[in-house]
């Protein structure tokens, strides 16, 4: 079956800091990839995304390859800012024409001070 | 706006009381889906609906029911057998043929607490 890998959080970052998040999966075919972020008391909304192997999806600032060879689709920023602080999901996915069942990581938080 | 519409957002319950949980959408999605969110577990799939009248179960549908009457609603309807419901639970949809590029959008959640 499908799974995801997130690294355990919290990850606490100075304002400024450069951010990377790991992120690794497990699927049988070829699934699409993506970034969710949840800020405090809310739902998901998505990131960023990419669909095949070396695409990068990238938004605000954060950017993630799409890896096949190492079945990896890490979270990065250069710079981070205190409105960053949230939770982030990895997330895999398979398409039409099946409803979109994703399957999601654990979350990482991130924490960014002054 | 388009979006979803989750309500109520914080909810309290007795322990043997079944409690529905709403969800309308005017995105004019097909697909619908509930998840349960718990700390340091992630996103749990519960039930999902790609066509009205018509749904199926998740990952942890046990103590849950569901109904979709129609295309802008999925109410959920958590149990007395359901034996841990204490947790934030998430609706999303998504299109369904043509539009679908595997995202979700989500409602803004229900916080459940049982007491």
């Known amino acids: 079956g499908n799974s995801v890998t997130q690294m355990e959080g919290p990850v606490t970052l100075s304002e400024e800091a450069f951010l990377t998040i790991n992120c690794t999966y497990t699927?049988?075919?070829?699934?699409?990839l993506f970034w969710y972020v949840q800020y405090p008391g809310e739902g998901l909304q998505l990131l960023l995304k990419?669909?095949?192997?070396?695409d990068k999806g990238s938004n605000k600032g954060f950017e993630a390859t799409y890896r096949k060879e190492t079945t990896s689709f890490h979270l990065e920023k250069g710079s981070v800012q205190v409105s960053d602080s949230a939770v982030y999901f990895c997330a895999l996915g398979t398409l039409p024409g099946t409803a979109s069942k994703l399957t999601f990581g654990t979350g990482t938080r991130l924490q960014v001070t002054l | 706006d388009g979006g979803i519409t989750q309500s109520p957002k914080y909810l309290f319950r007795k322990e043997g009381q079944n409690v529905t949980l709403s969800c309308e959408q005017n995105?004019?999605?097909?697909?619908m889906y509930w998840y349960r969110q718990d700390p340091g577990q992630g996103l749990r799939l519960i039930y999902y609906s790609q066509i009205v009248n018509d749904f199926q179960k998740g990952d942890i549908a046990e103590g849950y029911s569901v109904s979709r009457e129609k295309k802008e609603s999925f109410p959920l309807t958590v149990t007395s057998a359901q034996k841990n419901p204490t947790a934030f639970y998430l609706c999303?949809?998504?299109?369904?043929?043509?539009?679908?590029?595997?995202?979700?959008?989500f409602g803004e959640g229900s916080r459940l607490t049982v007491l």
């Open positions: 990419a669909t095949k192997a070396d």
């Open positions: 995105l004019n999605h097909d697909a």
């Open positions: 999303a949809s998504t299109p369904y043929q043509g539009m679908n590029t595997g995202e979700l959008f």
């Open positions: 699927a049988t075919g070829y699934p699409s």
